[in-house]
């Protein structure tokens, strides 16, 4: 279960990184281009890092799942909104799903070790 858990966590982890990559994308298309390519990331990024993230000082039980939601939905409809409507569907089911399996006791147990 431990090599399972840590494989959770590293998808996880790469869907946090999509979602960012998914801003930028959106951003790219958008303008001014130079400006939205790097400041939509890092909103997201510190929204994440505020609220959503596991040690995240201003998360809480109903907080941080709002904010996961409402991160990997709006990194969805970015893609969406830049033309990459398949991308779009599959980061969000990609999301949904590598989340809830995170949700799993024994995933959540080595969280709760780190």
Do not use: C, H
């Amino acid at each position: 279960m431990v090599v399972l858990g840590w494989s959770v966590l590293a998808l996880v982890f790469l869907d946090e990184l999509l979602a960012m990559a998914a801003f930028g994308v959106w951003g790219w298309q958008a303008s001014p281009r130079w400006l939205l390519v790097w400041l939509l990331p890092l909103l997201a990024m510190a929204a994440w890092f505020f609220f959503a993230s596991p040690k995240a000082a201003y998360g809480g039980p109903v907080v941080r799942p709002v904010v996961k939601v409402l991160v990997f939905g709006l990194a969805s409809a970015a893609l969406w909104a830049a033309g990459r409507p398949g991308w779009a569907v599959g980061l969000l089911i990609f999301s949904v799903v590598v989340n809830g399996l995170a949700l799993l006791p024994g995933v959540r147990a080595l969280t709760a070790e780190s």
